[in-house]
């Protein structure tokens, strides 16, 4: 037993695990208990592995014996670091989830399902961090592509269902093109082991390794949502069940970010698509911003923004210099928590004012003070404003633009500082509607807002038989106004904050084992800062070991004698 | 490397046929269209194991008369994959015949609303929903 063996443990315990709580599914209490302690573990695990690989170098595992011939796992600093992070993050959704489900009394939600699945989707995101083979890499992208279908149409309602369908058929579509991928990739050099691709792809002509590149590229753009491919996510992540929500917008998109790192460092180094990456880095960051802005729903204005940031960690690696990759690193690192710490708040607020939309919300700040800091909090993180970790992050990538003081480079700069204040208006936007006006005047907006403009509110003509919406662009905007007639009309179940305050429908306490976990996510965050210097030192081990690919091909080498 | 023809020539046809039932709105053809689809990437990965040889027993023949055993164990993971993919999609066509009596892909009606607020940001009241909704320092008088 050496310490190599820690290595597929991310992996293994989940999967276990998940077996283990799928017998369970008759008790409730032991399946909750074995998915905590699983991931606990898992978190053990990799704070272990962050700090042996840190010291000794990559941990690689051949599989089965199969030396050379077989399946690699490859834990190397930054694949240690995102398994570290990921843990913390899923632990903290768990916790949050069974706190949700303490605290609702509604059983309609199959639960029995949520626990294994769950487990799941994590052994499934720690398998894409640690796989050294590009086919090992599409079977861990299944895995936790199947876990997050079923998580995303969990309960099967309609919207969810609306949802799924695009999510599903995209998501299919990218592992087609992942699996034409590796036929390619394969048929170029007749293995798919990444290390040992990387070697061999030097002596293939530079259209073919243009044209392998460009593939890989656009297979992992769609997962990463980078912006043209990114049109699928923001329509079917906010339908989800928060804690689902927030898993997948903290995670799934990152692990495709994780690919493109991997691609580009370790198969094509030298940044010969550079351009072209912080081009569609530039239209990710400004058009998912915009895209933000123009949401009047809190879930949907933070998939918009997650679209929008993940065009800081592609301007980092377009950069392909070291201290690009270190940014890029950092950001992942800060972004994963913080966005999921965001979406839980958000599902706390969903839960406590029965909802998201900023129509329907005021007030929240004399109601549930503790609710609003952590909203501040996380926002102003999100938005980068010194000194929390989103400014560090930033300031990391724009200093490595400047450095690298191309033209392009300088663009981006700018869109990045834009970015950041775009971000940060879109937050003040909705920390300002929800928090700080009366429910009385969010009450008297809606009110007029249907008095103004609704003469014919009456009937739903907007969607048609095939399901497709007539878009009338000369009439007012019939959804706003039917919205804001439903609260002004008393008998509807869904009432406002201002209607639920005067029947005293309200639940006046946060729930203490949802609200726990998501401020120990803000909390860590917030944490980052404060280890924001080793942590930083860290990436940029990181990054060295990236832009030197001999490290990560010998050691895999090595291993297999 | 040796490259047959034919697989090549019928894997572009099924990945021809797939996008093109890939594109319609009901999820039947959807589906259809997947499994069109994954069958030519099949047929595609079959064919980057080059020339087919014997079977791939240890022993049993030269090693170079062996077919490459490698592109078959990876069509055998996609083929289940697909598998599964394809009940699932199937099972969420008939969840949505239940619920809305039909299987097409529906329009997102958030994205529509948004799009008309935004036409009618200059002229309706809704702009001051949008555009300042902070502006007004009422004494806050709500009760509980």
């Known amino acids: 037993m050496t310490i190599t063996s820690l290595v597929p443990l991310p992996v293994l315990l989940p999967l276990l695990g998940s077996g283990a709580a799928l017998m369970l599914f008759r008790y409730p209490k032991a399946q909750r208990l074995v998915s905590v302690v699983v991931l606990a573990a898992v978190v053990v695990v990799a704070a272990v592995l962050l700090v042996v690989v840190d010291r000794e170098g990559p941990q690689v595992v051949w599989l089965g014996g199969w030396n050379e011939l077989g399946v690699a796992l490859v834990a190397d600093?930054?694949?240690?670091?995102?398994?570290?992070?990921?843990?913390?993050?899923?632990?903290?959704?768990?916790?949050?989830?069974?706190?949700?489900?303490?605290?609702?009394?509604?059983?309609?939600?199959?639960?029995?399902?949520?626990?294994?699945?769950?487990?799941?989707?994590?052994?499934?995101?720690?398998?894409?961090?640690?796989?050294?083979?590009?086919?090992?890499?599409?079977?861990?992208?299944?895995?936790?592509?199947?876990?997050?279908?079923?998580?995303?149409?969990?309960?099967?309602?309609?919207?969810?269902?609306?949802?799924?369908?695009?999510?599903?058929?995209?998501?299919?579509?990218?592992?087609?093109?992942?699996?034409?991928?590796?036929a390619a990739i394969y048929a170029a050099v007749g293995t798919l082991n990444l290390a040992q691709i990387a070697v061999r792809l030097d002596d293939l002509p530079d259209s073919t390794q243009l044209m392998l590149h460009l593939l890989l590229l656009v297979t992992f753009s769609i997962k990463a949502a980078v912006f043209p491919l990114s049109l699928w996510l923001p329509d079917s992540y906010p339908t989800a069940p928060?804690?689902?929500?927030?898993?997948?917008?903290?995670?799934?998109?990152?692990?495709?970010?994780?690919?493109?790192?991997?691609?580009?460092?370790?198969?094509?180094?030298?940044?010969?698509?550079?351009?072209?990456?912080?081009v569609f880095a530039m239209a990710s960051m400004l058009i998912g911003i915009l895209g933000a802005i123009a949401q009047s729903d809190m879930k949907r204005l933070l998939s918009f923004t997650l679209v929008s940031h993940i065009g800081y960690m592609i301007f980092g690696i377009g950069l392909a210099s070291g201290a690009g990759m270190a940014g890029a690193v950092f950001y992942v690192a800060h972004h994963i928590t913080i966005q999921t710490a965001l979406f839980l708040v958000v599902g706390l607020i969903e839960r406590q004012a029965g909802s998201t939309a900023l129509l329907r919300l005021g007030g929240l700040a004399r109601l549930f003070p503790l609710l609003g800091v952590l909203f501040f909090v996380a926002g102003m993180n999100l938005a980068g404003i010194p000194p929390l970790s989103g400014f560090i992050g930033k300031v990391g990538l724009l200093e490595a633009g400047i450095a690298d003081g191309g033209a392009m480079a300088w663009t981006l700069v700018v869109a990045g500082t834009v970015t950041s204040l775009l971000t940060l208006y879109a937050v003040a936007k909705s920390w300002s509607l929800?928090?700080?006006?009366?429910?009385?005047?969010?009450h008297a907006m809606a009110e007029e807002l249907a008095v103004a403009d609704g003469v014919q509110t009456a009937g739903s003509p907007t969607v048609g038989r095939r399901g497709q919406v007539r878009l009338d662009t000369t009439s007012y905007d019939a959804g706003e106004v039917?919205?804001?007639?439903?609260?002004?009309?008393?008998?509807?179940?869904?009432?406002?904050?201002?209607?639920?305050?005067?029947?005293?429908?309200?639940?006046?306490?946060?729930?203490?084992?949802?609200?726990?976990?998501?401020?120990?996510?803000?909390?860590?965050?917030?944490?980052?800062?404060?280890?924001?210097?080793?942590?930083?030192?860290?990436?940029?081990?990181?990054s060295l070991d990236l832009m030197d690919r001999g490290r990560y091909t010998t050691a895999v080498d090595e291993a297999a004698r | 490397m040796e490259v047959n023809l034919t697989l090549v020539l019928v894997a572009g046809a099924l990945v021809g046929c797939g996008a093109y039932l890939l594109l319609e709105r009901s999820l039947t053809?959807?589906?259809?269209?997947?499994?069109?689809?994954?069958?030519?990437?099949?047929?595609?990965?079959?064919?980057?194991?080059?020339?087919?040889?014997?079977?791939?027993?240890?022993?049993?023949?030269?090693?170079?008369?062996?077919?490459?055993?490698?592109?078959?164990?990876?069509?055998?993971?996609?083929?289940?994959?697909?598998?599964?993919?394809l009940a699932f999609l199937l099972a969420m066509a008939h969840r949505s015949w239940q619920l809305t009596g039909h299987d097409d892909v529906q329009d997102d009606t958030e994205d529509a609303r948004i799009?008309?607020?935004?036409?009618?940001?200059?002229?309706?009241?809704?702009?001051?929903?949008?555009a300042d909704g902070q502006d007004d320092d009422d004494p806050r008088q709500e009760g509980s």
């Open chain 1, 482 to 542: 039917r919205e804001a007639g439903a609260i002004v009309d008393g008998d509807r179940p869904d009432r406002d904050l201002h209607q639920r305050l005067e029947d005293d429908g309200m639940p006046t306490r946060l729930p203490v084992l949802m609200t726990a976990p998501a401020a120990a996510l803000v909390a860590v965050s917030v944490g980052i800062t404060v280890v924001a210097g080793p942590l930083y030192a860290y990436t940029e081990r990181a």
């Open chain 2, 29 to 85: 053809r959807v589906l259809v269209g997947l499994v069109l689809l994954s069958n030519g990437v099949n047929i595609a990965l079959l064919s980057t194991g080059g020339r087919a040889g014997d079977a791939p027993f240890y022993g049993s023949t030269a090693v170079d008369d062996m077919s490459d055993p490698l592109p078959q164990a990876m069509i055998l993971t996609a083929i289940v994959i697909t598998l599964a993919t």
């Open chain 1, 77 to 182: 600093r930054l694949a240690a670091l995102m398994l570290l992070v990921s843990a913390i993050v899923t632990l903290a959704v768990l916790l949050y989830s069974l706190g949700q489900g303490i605290s609702d009394s509604n059983r309609s939600a199959p639960v029995s399902i949520y626990h294994p699945t769950f487990l799941t989707l994590v052994a499934g995101v720690s398998n894409a961090f640690l796989a050294g083979d590009l086919f090992n890499l599409f079977v861990s992208f299944e895995i936790l592509l199947f876990a997050s279908y079923v998580l995303l149409t969990l309960g099967g309602t309609g919207g969810r269902i609306r949802a799924g369908t695009i999510y599903v058929v995209v998501n299919a579509l990218s592992s087609m093109l992942f699996l034409i991928t590796i």
């Open chain 2, 115 to 130: 799009r008309r607020l935004a036409v009618d940001d200059a002229t309706s009241d809704s702009y001051g929903l949008t």
């Open chain 1, 434 to 442: 929800a928090f700080w006006r009366s429910p009385q005047e969010a």
């Open chain 1, 242 to 278: 928060a804690p689902v929500t927030a898993v997948f917008a903290g995670l799934l998109t990152k692990v495709g970010v994780y690919a493109i790192i991997r691609t580009e460092t370790l198969l094509f180094p030298g940044g010969e698509l550079r351009t072209l990456l912080m």
